[in-house]
């Protein structure tokens, strides 16, 4: 016999249909939920509610093979032969993320095809690999923050079975796995769950209406979302989460959500007996997430940290527009490397109003991620740029130098490191012609209300966005990119090499600047930059012993002076 269960509060009727329209009527167990036994149940199986006849897919489905708008389909975790009974884990603090997006990856865009591709990022020294969302949404492709299954791999990817053999070569290379899950809204197609119960509020965020955190039945919309966390690092191996936007999750209930993943989470790891961590991404510059509980946080393990990176991009490009306005300046980019936030109770001009919170001193720097590029900071750029398309090559080794020597925990994004010359840019692949044509001319309008013209911008749903997306590793063959990546895979073994350059205490770090240039201070190390256009001299504090990388030719140390060359850094031991 196998058992089939769903949660649907509000109906007076549940039936399961099998395959061949076999219908079976469930009987109504606690707190909502409905319930049946059948025998020889297939493998295929949906919904229908009340006396409406519209076959529905399961809520907590963990395969849907023809798509989000198809009949849910039962799947074995136990079948799965995995040869990872010796991975113990991977530790956040002291490791380098590297964010990648299965469906542009690689020319094929499945796991299997990521697979081959896995010992590139061995030898470029990182240690975690951090996933788009892979959760199922509607159509073939697009960056997956429009998913509505919330249990299920995207079939186009590889479904199920071809995450876990992703996870499982990952791991025989040493390499753990970040997923990145949306929590604060289900995607415009596909979303089914809510016709089952009440998982919607009645406010909304950005992106739809936000999930019922704190009203009636919120309890299990809660473990919804609490169970689907455990699945994944529990049934999939997964080494961590990435969560979405979680300051799009309203929660007025006394132990938030954030909490409760945080406590659930920590009993699985000590179960697990391996490593598991919870990294939010959070535009609100509130310590309280990455606080410990026993100090009154939410325990959470990490946040993103949009300040390090609008520091680091504004002073390297120039750009102030929107929220760079407050960035640009060197005194910027040294508070953000000795307090890890910039806005801190201070004023925000792009809000018109104070933002944020200081961090405590004790709080380590590994509880931030920072970056010089990610998903976001490309794709929502109007077409897509990446840095590389306006930096020159000697200023991405400089910002570059700077990110991989901050007391911050450090994050690439796919290409980066052979400065990839293909763009990133926002697509979609919505097969309903409506919503097709509001997702295009909506982000028209977006952009066009900051002054780029709507022809500019291009059209989410042409396949050829997704196409130009794609990375092309043929670049790698070419002498610019090949000696960029070098230059990484250097400055990451240096950081490996140097216990100065990943120590996490912010209040260790000293910063002193001047005339575009930089230095800051890591224990016995110095990191010095020059952002101008021409060389310049800088005192240190000690006499240097040897320069341990530079990011160009010409750089001379005299006892206690460095001098250098135009857009160039320098790491030296003193």
Request: glycine share 10%.
């Amino acid at each position: 016999m196998t058992e089939f269960s769903v949660w649907a509060p509000d109906a007076t009727r549940v039936r399961l249909r099998l395959a061949r329209d076999t219908d079976h009527e469930m009987r109504a167990a606690a707190d909502g939920w409905w319930q049946v036994e059948v025998p020889d149940a297939g493998l295929d199986y949906s919904f229908l509610l009340n006396d409406d006849e519209t076959p529905l897919p399961d809520p907590r489905s963990p395969w849907q093979p023809a798509g989000v708008h198809g009949p849910s389909r039962r799947y074995d975790h136990s079948a799965f032969e995995w040869s990872d009974s010796a991975w113990t884990g991977r530790q956040l603090p002291g490791s380098i993320l590297y964010e990648l997006h299965i469906g542009t990856f690689t020319p094929e865009g499945t796991f299997d095809a990521a697979i081959d591709r896995l010992d590139h990022l061995v030898n470029l020294g990182v240690d975690l690999i951090e996933l788009l969302p892979v959760n199922a949404f509607n159509g073939e492709h697009n960056w997956g923050y429009d998913g509505v299954c919330w249990f299920a791999p995207h079939q186009p990817y590889g479904g199920p079975d071809g995450l876990k053999r992703f996870v499982d070569a990952a791991h025989a290379r040493g390499l753990g796995v970040i997923l990145d899950v949306v929590y604060n809204h289900f995607g415009p197609s596909g979303a089914y769950a809510p016709r089952f119960g009440p998982y919607l509020a009645e406010q909304s965020n950005t992106w739809g209406r936000s999930v019922n955190l704190d009203g009636p039945h919120s309890d299990e919309v809660r473990r919804y979302i609490i169970d689907s966390v455990l699945m994944w690092l529990r049934d999939y191996h997964i080494d961590g989460l990435r969560l979405d936007a979680v300051h799009a999750l309203p929660d007025t209930r006394a132990i938030p959500l954030l909490e409760e993943l945080a406590i659930e989470v920590e009993s699985l790891s000590t179960h697990l007996g391996r490593p598991l961590s919870l990294i939010a991404e959070s535009d609100l510059n509130d310590p309280r997430l990455i606080t410990p509980r026993e100090a009154g946080g939410y325990g959470l393990h990490a946040q993103w940290n949009d300040d390090a990176h609008h520091a680091l991009h504004t002073l390297l490009t120039g750009e102030r527009q929107g929220y760079y306005g407050d960035f640009g300046s060197l005194e910027t980019l040294s508070d953000v490397l000795t307090g890890g936030f910039f806005h801190a109770g201070t004023w925000s001009s792009f809000r018109n109003r104070h933002h944020g919170r200081a961090l405590d001193s004790r709080i380590p720097g590994h509880r931030l991620v920072a970056y010089l590029q990610n998903h976001d900071q490309i794709g929502n750029r109007a077409t897509g740029d990446r840095i590389s398309a306006s930096l020159s090559p000697a200023l991405l080794r400089v910002g570059a130098t700077l990110l991989l020597t901050a007391p911050f925990t450090p994050m690439l994004f796919m290409g980066e490191e052979w400065a990839a010359s293909t763009p990133w840019q926002f697509f979609t692949s919505h097969p309903e012609p409506e919503l097709a044509t509001a997702v295009a001319l909506g982000r028209r309008r977006e952009f066009a209300a900051h002054g780029w013209a709507e022809g500019d911008v291009p059209d989410p749903q042409d396949p050829e966005t997704f196409v130009r997306s794609r990375l092309d590793w043929a670049e790698l063959d070419k002498p610019e990119h090949a000696s960029m990546l070098a230059f990484y895979q250097r400055l990451i073994g240096l950081r490996r090499s140097v216990a100065d350059l990943s120590d996490p205490r912010m209040h260790e770090v000293s910063v002193q600047h001047g005339d575009q240039y930089l230095l800051m201070r890591r224990g016995e190390t110095l990191v010095v930059a020059n952002f101008a256009g021409r060389g310049q001299g800088v005192s240190l504090p000690g006499v240097a012993r040897r320069v341990l990388l530079a990011t160009g030719e010409g750089v001379t140390v005299m006892r206690d002076r460095i001098e250098l060359p135009a857009e160039t850094a320098a790491i030296v031991a003193l």
